[in-house]
Nanobody
Framework: VQLQASGGGLVQSGGSRRLSCTAS????????MGWDRQGPGAQRELIAWKMNSGRTYYADSVKGRFVVSRDNAKNTVDLQMNSLKPEDTAVYYC??????????WGPGTLVTVSS
């Protein structure tokens, strides 16, 4: 399974940014797609996912500011990030969970929020 994310870059504090990710190459059905991130000197953090059913999860650190959306037919997942803070600076990784429970991650895209 291959994943390719885009949309990273430099954004000012309080601004918005949209990340997109497309998955391809899976023989098994995708059941969940989401995002995690790793900031400088920080542990990797799961921040948002959306299942095929529409059920979503958000980490407390992004709840109310980030919105995860999917196009199941296109195997894409987007992350709309609003009210960005310097502490949101991180490499953002999209991932998929396929039937059977295996997870796959993309190479990551860097988001830098300037104060």
């Amino acid at each position: 399974v291959q994943l390719q994310a885009s949309g990273g870059g430099l954004v000012q504090s309080g601004g918005s940014r949209r990340l997109s990710c497309t998955a391809s190459g899976s023989d098994a059905s995708i059941v969940n797609m989401g995002w995690d991130r790793q900031g400088p000197g920080a542990q990797r953090e799961l921040i948002a996912w959306k299942m095929n059913s529409g059920r979503t999860y958000y980490a407390d650190s992004v709840k109310g500011r980030f919105v995860v959306s999917r196009d199941n037919a296109k195997n894409t997942v987007d992350l709309q990030m609003n009210s960005l803070k310097p502490e949101d600076t991180a490499v953002y990784y999209c991932y998929v969970t396929i039937e059977g429970g295996s997870n796959y991650w993309g190479p990551g895209t860097l988001v830098t929020v300037s104060s």
